[in-house]
């Protein structure tokens, strides 16, 4: 990726210097709107669109929710995450901007650190999504005659790589690869290396994630660990069932968006993949295990 396009919608000019300020960066090709308008018809355009649009709720001409329920309603830009901005932060609002389907609702005013790790949090999770796009092709005739298989994983490179390969398998391949990444990167970070949820959203901010995991994995304990994935092919379609050596978590607060958790760099990923990935997701026990089934359209034919 040479640069990064970045679209900031907001109809304060001090807003908009502040974020460039936090986007200053040879890696960002950033372009301001002063109003919901003007940042719609710079995507109509342009002619790549942004990879991430960052967006302030109350603007003039059009107003950021309306910008939002656009871009999603539009199969050119539905998958470009956008990060919702704005002093409108009661959880009533919150919802609305979620459930219009931002990817993050940030509060003003906020730490330039916060945005920026929700900034890196969503191209990160760009860039998986082009990196399943053009790889599952080339793995989907590999893997699709499987009925059955086992396997075993402990980095996040192999939680890369297995992700691409089982979403290979699926009807929805980029969808599922995306789900995939969450629930394995899951088993790995709060599973086998017990990195919990408020670490996690500490090390997203500083940018030191994935220097965390990397030291927990050379230690001998922790980095002995395995996590696995058992595959079987059904009747209605695929089962998937995702197991670690972790001592569980609280789950039932993450299979849902919750609004007390907007603000935060960290904690959509199971909500996202239950809603977008999977006909079903269900954690059993502690929490180390999770099955997850696709509908296969084709099965039974």
Known sequence: MNQWRILVADDEPMNLEIIGEVLDDPAYLVTNAANGELAWQAMLAAPL??????LDRMMPVLDGIEVLKRIKADPRFAEIPVIMQSAAASPAEIAEGVAAGAWYYLPKPYAPRDLLAIVHAALEEVAERETAHHAIRNRRADLELLDFAEFEFHTLRQAADLALSLGGIC???????MGFSELLVNAIEHGNLGISY????????????EREVERRLSDPVLGARRAHVLFRRTADGLSFTISDEGGGFDWNRYLEFDPERAFDPNGRGIAMARQTSFSSLEYQGCGNVVVVTVRDPGAGT
């Open 49 to 54: 669109p942004p990879h991430l649009v960052v």
């Open 198 to 209: 408020a670490e996690k959203s500490e090390l997203r901010r500083n940018d030191d994630w």
């Open 171 to 177: 009807p929805d391949t980029a969808s599922a690869a």
